[in-house]
């Protein structure tokens, strides 16, 4: 670190004042500037990080358990509606994820029409988990719509793991099959780590692969493939025109699906990242600091509005089902934001459903395809 760097972060300590604020000190201007005069040099230049084992801490399952909340800031009703004339702006997760579909439909056809062959996506179903069978029906469809090869193997939920890597297997050494992705979660039985391992490096678009996140980590190599649901976040607050460099942004949840890839995918943009998870101190006061929240523990209506400093652009990943008498299946989707209240506070905001959901898939979809285009030569 350069001797003015060195010289603002003591500074800063002794005023007790974050180095990330809407209004930088002008020595902290001039380094943010020759940062970015410095252009596509920075690609070439970015440092790598070491790390140890003995640095890695317990492996504490989270186990989240909000605290109750006062009856003063009670949910309201469903039906009482919101003014979005004037409130955040609503970020359109299905319109964004058409824009994909029809891209990789193009590139899918121009591939059919160059070498012969269509992307092949297999899908190793364990169960009978309801969601777990919804979440394959869009994964199909989609490869559908696209003109992608999809196959499912499904297994009962009393199979052994030997099994579901024998089914793992088959796919890998399937030459039609460019992608192979096990649908999560596994019966509590099974070693879902041992299974995820046995998915070919090359083949491996869900982005779960060692090597892939240890090289997303490592911010001067490049994946061969980065989670869908992470680029999926970062596709939501880029199409929406949010800035990301030196912004700070709280992610909430610290999963190997959401929360660890978005963070380190944040990381390479040059945004300052705070992760909270169920054992953090104080995840109110953090989140309401941030710039940029997005929320993927997996409870409902966790954030509230009063988690949001005025402004802050929200990405809630949350897909939590609610009972609701109303509804046709006796309950709906909704997702760790309390949407009714933050829609007041932030400047936008994903829905749930409609928002990170279809671009999720959208992702999986374009990662089979970029898997597809090395196979046969016509990556850019």
């Known amino acids: 670190m350069g001797g003015a760097a060195v010289a603002l972060l003591a500074a800063t300590r002794r005023s007790s004042i974050p180095l990330v604020t809407s209004s930088l000190p002008r020595a902290a201007r001039g380094l943010h500037e020759a940062a970015a005069a410095a252009g596509e040099d920075k690609a070439r230049t970015r440092r790598r990080r070491s790390s140890s084992s003995s640095f890695l801490g317990p492996d504490i399952t989270d186990t989240w358990d909000p605290p109750p909340r006062p009856a003063a800031s009670p949910l309201p009703p469903r039906a009482a509606g919101v003014d ?49 069978q919804s979440y394959v029906r869009f994964k199909v469809k989609g490869c559908e719509e696209v003109g992608i090869k999809s196959l499912l193997a499904e297994l009962p939920r009393n199979c052994t793991e030997d099994e579901v890597v024998d089914s793992v297997s088959r796919f890998n050494e399937d030459p039609s099959v460019h992608g192979v992705l096990v649908q999560l979660p596994l019966p509590q039985h099974m070693d879902e780590q041992k299974i995820l391992n046995a998915i070919s490096l090359d083949k491996d678009v869900d982005g779960f692969h060692p090597l892939n996140v240890g090289n997303l980590a490592l911010r001067s190599r490049k994946p061969l493939f980065v989670s869908c649901a992470a680029k999926a976040c970062l596709e939501l607050l880029l199409q929406s025109g949010i ?52 929320s993927a523990a997996g409870v409902a209506n966790l954030v509230r509005g009063s988690w949001l400093k005025q402004g802050a652009v929200v990405i809630d990943v949350g897909t939590n089902p609610v009972e609701d008498p109303a509804s046709d299946f006796g309950y709906r989707l909704t997702g760790d934001v309390c949407f009714e209240e933050a829609v007041n506070v932030a400047s936008a905001i994903t829905p749930v459903p409609g928002g990170v959901g279809p671009v999720t898939i959208a992702m999986l979809l374009a990662n089979t395809l970029d898997s597809a ?6 990556s850019d």
């Open 243 to 294: 800035d990301l460099m030196g912004k700070h942004v709280t992610i909430i949840g610290r999963s190997k699906v959401v929360g660890l890839p978005t963070s380190l995918l944040l990381q390479r943009h040059h945004a300052t990242v705070s992760v909270i998870h169920a054992y953090t101190e104080n995840p109110e006061e953090i989140t309401r600091g941030s710039d940029i929240v997005i």
């Open 84 to 132: 979005y004339e004037s409130t955040a702006t609503i970020i359109d997760g299905k319109s964004i994820a058409e824009d994909i579909r029809l891209q990789v439909a193009e590139e899918v056809l121009q591939m059919k029409n160059a070498v012969g062959h269509v992307p092949g996506l297999a899908v190793v179903l364990v169960g009978d988990r309801k969601d777990s």
């Open 373 to 378: 285009k090395r196979v046969y030569g016509l």
